[in-house]
């Protein structure tokens, strides 16, 4: 039949029928009763309307790599449909033949049933003007093809309408040999918010057959099951999470704190096996340097407070400048690395970084031993500067070397040895970078050119490193790629404390005629924290932090025995 099946005599698309100034379906527009063999002649079989879409076949298991495919692309290229459509959307369900009017009325846009379902969803239109948009494409092509289908299966689920997605389902199920991310990420997510939901679970075995699930589709059947006392399933698939190293969702952390202790949940584990487990979540935190958002921590807090016999008492609070908390008094644990930890991460740095196999992408053996060779000969630095980052802090090209200068005369101004790493275009004299400036940014600190085309931060790592525990570095990058390369989780979570310790940020912009300031770095280690009778949590609402950036606030839960 070539890749269309051809629409024959009977459609599942129930026709609608005019009732006063309304037009009604006479019944659900996929009931799988009104799906005989003839009419599953609706459906378009290629299921991949953009080349390159992932999908889940149910016929064989996937050969060979396959790239990550997300939900989120597909979502971004609904959203990109809904940007072009410029389709004014109808206010009611039109008949077949209004809809062919309203369509010629556009000049026969290209895409036109397309475009209008992009619209109908961003418009939150009714269901039913969808549907009717659906019986006429029918009407007039005698198919519907997988983009159509996989748009208003969007719309649907968006819409929180259910059954409509179980029928939706039947007809892709029994119409395409395949579902594309998309579509499975879809019927993941309406399947488990009904009491189909272990279904989705079979959805979810078929995308690992061909990609990587996301924490979200794992998240949504977690949640489902917690809700429907399956603890046994909703834990072993949370570690399925972590063992592809993945992180889970703050909403499927909620999900498992608010469900412990429902009484709908199975006796799978003892309630000691289960407090364990939400103890290991805090320690997943603390270990990956995440902190939970209000809403998540105010479920910590109420999840302790409600433990048998044990007296918890959770306090919203702060830390002082010493690391003191505000409400328990305890001493939070100390930004500063031991000596032992000191040189375990210089040592890993120095291996996995300066000395790895990526460096000499942006760099050459000879201009990285020149720098060592350069640093040995220098005093132990007490702060180095990424000169480059520094100057744009403005986002003024013509003051790059002006603010460069404010910047490194404020750490001179404070006694301080100032090692500054640039550029060698950096020295050549133009509108951003005035050749008197450059000279007293000379004078008042050691400096290092490098290749223009070479990375300052195996620079700045080694320089900094190099000269001891107490030299700090000023710059906005986050370092996420060094953090990367390094071997193992306690060697990135000491990477994450020393940077955390030792980068200096400047506070708001360099202002002509003003002092330069630093952001304070705080003497203890904002993470999630515990002793023998207390738990301490730091939280806030940032979803983009920089790494540098830690939370103000606290929640302390402390208990009696």
Request: glycine share 6%; hydrophobic share 35%; with cysteine.
């Amino acid at each position: 039949m070539g890749s269309t099946l051809i629409f024959k005599s009977r459609i599942c698309l129930k026709p609608f029928y005019h009732q006063g100034s309304f037009f009604t379906l006479n019944s659900s527009i996929f009931k799988s009763s009104h799906l005989p063999l003839s009419a599953r002649s609706l459906c378009t079989r290629d299921p991949y309307p953009k080349p390159g879409a992932r999908h889940t076949d149910r016929r064989s298991d996937a050969q060979g790599g396959v790239n990550k495919s997300t939900f989120q692309n597909r979502e971004e290229d609904f959203w990109d449909g809904a940007r072009r459509a410029s389709l004014q959307p109808p206010d009611r369900p039109l008949s077949a033949a209004e809809w062919r009017d309203l369509k010629e009325s556009r000049g026969n846009a290209p895409r036109f049933d397309i475009r209008m379902m992009c619209t109908l969803f961003t418009t939150a239109a009714e269901l039913n003007i969808a549907k009717s948009l659906l019986t006429f494409v029918a009407t007039e092509t005698g198919t519907l093809s997988y983009e159509l289908l996989l748009r208003y299966l969007t719309l649907c689920v968006r819409g929180g309408h259910d059954a409509e997605v179980f029928d939706v389902y039947e007809i892709m199920r029994g119409n395409f040999p395949a579902l594309d991310t998309g579509a499975s990420s879809l019927f993941i997510q309406s399947f488990s918010r009904t009491e189909r939901w272990r279904e989705a679970i079979s959805i979810l075995d078929e995308v690992k057959k061909v990609f990587t699930p996301s924490p979200r589709n794992y998240g949504e059947i977690i949640t489902a099951a917690m809700l429907n006392g399956d603890t046994t399933t909703a834990w072993a698939l949370y570690d399925e999470i972590i063992e592809k190293g993945l992180t889970p969702h703050q909403e499927t952390w909620e999900a498992l704190f608010k469900a412990a202790g429902n009484p709908k949940q199975e006796e799978a584990m003892s309630t000691s096996e289960h407090q364990e487990r939400l103890l290991g979540i805090l320690l997943y935190m603390r270990d990956n340097q995440i902190y939970p958002q209000h809403s998540l921590t105010s479920t910590i807090k109420a999840w302790f407070e409600r433990l048998s016999g044990q007296k918890w008492t959770g306090s919203w609070t702060s830390a002082t400048p010493k690391g003191v908390c505000s409400c328990c008094g305890s001493q939070l644990e100390s930004i500063k690395l031991t000596d032992e930890e000191y040189q375990q991460l210089k040592d890993r740095v120095m291996a996995d970084i300066i000395q790895g196999r990526d460096v000499f992408k942006k760099t050459t053996p000879e201009e990285l031993e020149s720098f060592k060779a350069f640093v040995k000969k220098k005093p132990a630095f007490d702060v180095v500067v990424d000169g480059l980052n520094i100057a744009n802090i403005n986002n003024d090209k013509k003051l790059l070397s002006e603010t460069l200068l404010a910047v490194v005369s404020e750490l001179e101004r404070q006694g301080l040895t100032v090692l500054v790493l640039g550029r060698k275009h950096m020295l050549w004299p133009s509108r951003s970078w005035d050749r008197n400036n450059m000279k007293l940014i000379q004078q008042k600190a050691h400096c290092f050119f490098t290749e223009n085309i070479s990375e300052d931060d195996p620079f700045l790592l080694y320089a900094t490193l190099h000269s001891g525990n107490h030299c700090r570095f000023v710059s906005r990058d986050m370092m996420r790629d060094h953090k990367a390369c390094l071997p193992d989780g306690a060697t990135r979570r000491l990477f994450f404390k020393w940077q955390r310790g030792h980068q200096l940020v400047v506070d708001g912009f360099v202002t002509a005629g003003k002092r330069v300031r630093f952001q304070s770095i705080p003497t203890y280690d904002t993470i999630v924290q515990t002793s023998a009778d207390s738990w301490h949590v730091p939280y806030d609402d940032t979803e983009d932090r920089s790494t540098y950036e830690v939370p103000q606030k606290w929640l302390c839960l402390t208990t009696k025995h």
